[in-house]
């Protein structure tokens, strides 16, 4: 299938907002899946189809793949492309405007998201399967290097914060292959890394979860401020109180939030709960 004639033939525009940097080396693709894990028992959901090249990658390969993509300007491309592909399913929609209820319609068990996302909401859309309650066991997602960098940072590193948090807290991340921009058309600024992260919602025992993101958030609020100054801000406790939790969790009072991993915030959370 030579999807650049498809797209030449439609008159096919890139929209630039919409984050279009496309695949279409087959070896690239074909390697995606392959580091996905994708396999014939699987359901796969992509997240924006494009021109259908990933997809087509997918569809090959798994049980069942449901595609979103917001683009209407897609359609007639897309109709050419997947035509010969009955297990796959593109859904026109916008992925952050659905619910979990409207994504589960389209996916039945559980499925693994494989995504060469859009670079304008990279950690948005990663989030909204991350925190969800959807059965989501795997994402492999194309994201920018920088952004990987970021989720799969260690603690008391440049890189760590909220986000990597936030993705430690419920699985295991890891960065699988650097692409390099040249393999998008159009070329963005920046080159891309694979990443992967398997989802364990047991990896902790996180009672609270609302609890749990808040002392994150409060510890990352002021980069520059210690852990007790921010907790202070966010919660109602005194800064000597904040000091004197942190003492007894084992912690140097003027510690930086940066310096915990994400299971040493599920503990620091617990510590909260009567001050939230
Ligand atoms: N999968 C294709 C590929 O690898 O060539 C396209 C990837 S391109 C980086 C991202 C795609 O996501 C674009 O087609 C864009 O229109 C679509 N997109 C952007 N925002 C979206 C959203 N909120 N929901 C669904 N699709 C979106």
């Known amino acids: 299938m030579d999807i650049k004639s498809v797209l030449i033939a439609n008159n096919f525009h890139y929209n630039k907002a919409l984050g279009q940097n496309f695949i ?3 070896n690239l ?21 494009g021109a259908g090249s990933l997809t087509r990658a997918l569809g090959r390969v798994a049980k069942r793949v449901a595609s979103f993509e917001v683009d209407d300007n897609l359609r007639p491309v897309l109709a ?18 659905m619910s979990d209820e ?26 909204r399967f991350v925190e969800s309650d959807l059965d989501v066991t795997d994402l492999t997602c194309m994201i ?12 008391g590193t440049a890189d760590y914060g909220a986000v990597t948090v936030a993705v430690d807290a419920v699985g295991y991340g ?10 998008f058309f159009p070329v963005p600024k920046v080159d891309s890394a694979l990443y992967h992260l398997r989802i364990d919602r047991e ?29 202070q801000s966010a919660f109602s406790i005194t800064k000597s109180q904040a000091e004197e939790i942190l003492i007894g969790l084992g912690y140097d009072p003027m510690i930086r939030g940066e310096r915990l991993s994400a299971e040493e915030f599920v503990r620091l959370s617990e510590r909260l709960k009567d001050n939230a």
């Open 203 to 231: 990896k902790f025992d996180i009672k609270d979860m609302r609890l749990f993101k808040k002392t994150v958030r409060a510890a990352f609020l002021w980069r520059r401020k210690t852990l007790a100054n921010n907790l």
């Open 174 to 183: 890891s960065i699988l292959r650097v692409v390099n921009k040249n393999m």
């Open 80 to 97: 050419t492309t997947l035509a010969d592909l009955p297990n796959v399913e593109v859904v026109f929609a916008d992925v952050l405007k």
């Open 24 to 26: 279409t080396d087959v």
């Open 144 to 155: 920018q290097k920088e952004v990987a960098d970021r989720l799969t940072a260690k603690a």
């Open 102 to 127: 409207d994504i589960k319609s389209k996916v039945l068990g559980p499925f693994k998201v494989v995504a060469n996302l859009p670079y304008y909401i990279t950690t948005q859309l990663l989030m």
């Open 29 to 49: 693709l074909d390697a995606i899946v392959k580091d996905a894990g994708v396999t014939s028992e699987d359901v796969v959901v992509e997240i924006g189809t």
